[in-house]
């Protein structure tokens, strides 16, 4: 495989350190391979400049709550692309996990990630980092 293919391949691919931004709700997810999936974990977030061993208290599993924040999948089981790869999603902000969730590659350095609950859906847009 020539140098440029690798290049491309790898720019298509979600695979990564991704940021939501600036400020007091910025947060870092990376993106890897899980087996023959892609999943996403939380890897930073300004918040955690403030609290950093902040827990999934918003979880509706009382038995999830004491899990740490740092280090939570929160993207599971993505598959398909390019450009776009489907899975599940959990915000612990809400402490909700939506099933049909998308990732969309919309430029080798810019990615949404879309999910829905019933009849509201969110969407996010995501950098890559550098």
Same mark, same amino acid.
């Given at each position: @495989?020539?140098?440029?293919?690798? &290049? ?11 940021? =939501?931004?600036?400020?007091? +709700? ?7 391979? $899980?087996?023959?999936?892609? $999943? !996403? ?8 400049? #403030? ?17 740490? &924040?740092?280090?939570? #999948? #929160?993207?599971?089981?993505? =598959? ?6 489907? !899975? =599940? ?5 809400? !402490?909700?996990?939506?099933? +049909? #969730?998308? *990732?969309?590659? /919309? =430029?080798?350095?810019? @990615?949404?990630?879309?999910? $829905? *609950?019933? &009849?509201? $859906?969110? /969407?996010? /847009? ?5």
């Amino acid at each position: @495989m020539t140098p440029l293919i690798v &290049i491309a391949a790898i720019l298509a691919s979600p695979i990564g350190f991704w940021s =939501s931004g600036h400020g007091k +709700n910025a947060g870092r997810i990376e993106i890897k391979a $899980c087996g023959e999936a892609l $999943c !996403g974990y939380i890897v930073d977030a300004a918040r955690f400049q #403030v609290e950093p061993d902040q827990r999934d208290v918003r979880n509706h599993d009382p038995a999830l709550r004491d899990r740490p &924040i740092r280090g939570l #999948v #929160v993207l599971e089981n993505f =598959s398909g692309g390019p450009p776009v790869w489907s !899975g =599940s999603g959990y915000d612990p902000r809400w !402490g909700l996990r939506a099933k +049909n #969730v998308k *990732l969309h590659l /919309t =430029s080798p350095d810019v @990615m949404s990630i879309r999910g $829905c *609950l019933a &009849i509201f $859906c969110l /969407t996010q /847009t995501l950098y890559r980092v550098q």
